[in-house]
């Protein structure tokens, strides 16, 4: 067994996900999902990309968005379409 195989099969596993959001209570998070991601670029406009609290909602945006939204609404972003404040 060489040392990659060794470290992974002694690594911890940790699964996370998104925090619970009381706002947001269904199970539908069609809002959570858009709120979530503006409030991640608010995160960068006050306290840039590298803050650790703008790194944690990014990756809840991940958990809880699907990919073609987050592609659709980054290609608007681009665009100067978007239609959100941040």
């Known amino acids: 067994m060489d040392s990659v195989t060794a470290q ?15 706002r947001f209570p269904q199970t539908n998070q ?16 006050q306290k840039g990309q590298d803050d650790e609290q703008c790194k944690k ?5 991940r958990a809880i968005c699907p990919d073609e939204w987050l592609e659709s609404w ?13």
């Open 8 to 22: 992974c099969a002694t690594a911890p596993v940790v699964l996370e996900t998104a925090k619970l959001d009381p």
């Open 30 to 45: 069609t809002k959570a999902c858009y709120v979530w991601y503006n409030e991640m670029y608010k995160c960068y406009s």
């Open 57 to 61: 909602i990014k990756k809840d945006v």
């Open 74 to 86: 980054e290609e608007h972003r681009a665009n100067g379409t978007w239609w959100g404040k941040y």
